[in-house]
């Protein structure tokens, strides 16, 4: 896979400038980031995933695997709007101690799925059937995003094999401390239509340009995520429209998991703000923080190298300690 057209084009980029000109945030992202930071790049994308498609459940999924067969098992799960191509940077890394298993949750990245997964309970459940069918125990889950909210609820409510979650920058939290941008997809239908409208090129652009800071993706990366979400804007919108109903299904347990949790957050994230975090690990009973400074909603691509310390170091047994 290999690209050297830029994949949003003026159209995408024009359409990004619009929505990102009625976002206050852009502002201080825009203040505090480097040259180039949140566009795409013609860079080579180093991608070295073994990417594999296969019916499970009844849904077909792209996921990968790899790393060390004797580590410790780490489970990744795709972002929005990204897919499992943003864990390029830290997959060599974590793979030199760990075994590693990344997934496209149905309905985002490159998985098969639609209006029907568009809930914390569709993705926890889905998220079982996986672990089952590729036999997996004491896994670290790690959920960035979107991928935060499937873990959280399957922590919860799922007969779960989890040593550890490493969750953070997503949903989890009442009340939420959400950016402008969320609120628009939560709160007001002519937000969603415009996002529907706009379409994937400005989707995944905005979302760079508003989530970064350090990171500047390339060509086949950004590639992978526009061909991710073309067409399908329209159901993940909906995901935000029962984003406070979803949320209450996990918000009155968090007290109750005794799972050892690390949270992690972007400093800077301007679509669900620090504080959240902050919040987060005061209500778990056996969790830690990790705050990454001057890094954005996408803090495991602002800041990566770190990112991999973080995660490495906890599974190595500072989850124990929590």
């Not at 849904?59 to 795709?78: C, N």
């Not at 002519?190 to 993706?217: D, H």
């Not at 399908?232 to 918000?251: C, M, Q, S």
């Amino acid at each position: 896979m290999s690209t050297d057209n830029d994949p949003i084009g003026w159209f995408g980029k024009l359409n990004a400038e619009v929505l990102l000109a009625t976002t206050p945030e852009y502002r201080t992202i825009r203040k505090a980031r480097r040259e180039g930071a949140g566009r795409a790049q013609p860079r080579p994308a180093g991608i070295t995933m073994n990417l594999t498609y296969e019916d499970i459940d009844g849904v077909k999924v792209r996921f990968a695997q790899g790393g060390t067969a004797d580590g410790p098992t780490v489970l990744l799960l795709s972002p929005l709007p990204q897919s499992i191509l943003c864990f390029t940077q830290i997959w060599e890394e974590l793979g030199r101690y760990c075994r590693l298993v990344a997934l496209d949750l149905p309905g985002f990245g490159r998985s098969e799925g639609g209006l029907e997964f568009m809930s914390f309970d569709a993705q926890s459940r889905f998220l079982e059937n996986f672990i089952r069918e590729l036999n997996l125990t004491d896994v670290h889950l790690v959920g960035p995003d979107v991928g935060m909210a499937a873990a959280l609820h399957y922590a919860i409510h799922r007969p779960h094999v989890l040593a550890s979650l490493i969750i953070g920058d997503g949903p989890g939290i009442l009340p939420t401390a959400n950016g402008s941008i969320i609120d628009k997809g939560v709160h007001s239908p002519f937000w969603r239509m415009m996002f529907q409208v706009a379409g994937a090129q400005a989707f995944v652009e905005g979302a760079y340009r508003l989530a970064c800071v350090n990171y500047s993706p390339s060509y086949d990366e950004v590639a992978d995520y526009v061909a991710s979400y073309d067409g399908r804007i329209g159901p993940v919108t909906y995901w935000f429209k029962t984003y406070p109903e979803n949320l209450a299904t996990v918000d009155p347990h968090l007290a109750e998991l005794t799972v050892p949790t690390l949270v992690f957050w972007g400093e800077l994230d301007q679509f669900l703000l620090v504080d959240n975090a902050h919040r987060l690990h005061r209500r778990l009973p056996r969790s830690r923080l990790q705050i990454f400074d001057h890094c954005g909603h996408f803090s495991y691509q602002d800041n990566a190298e770190q990112f991999a310390e973080m995660v490495l170091s906890w599974v190595a047994g500072g989850y124990l300690e929590a």
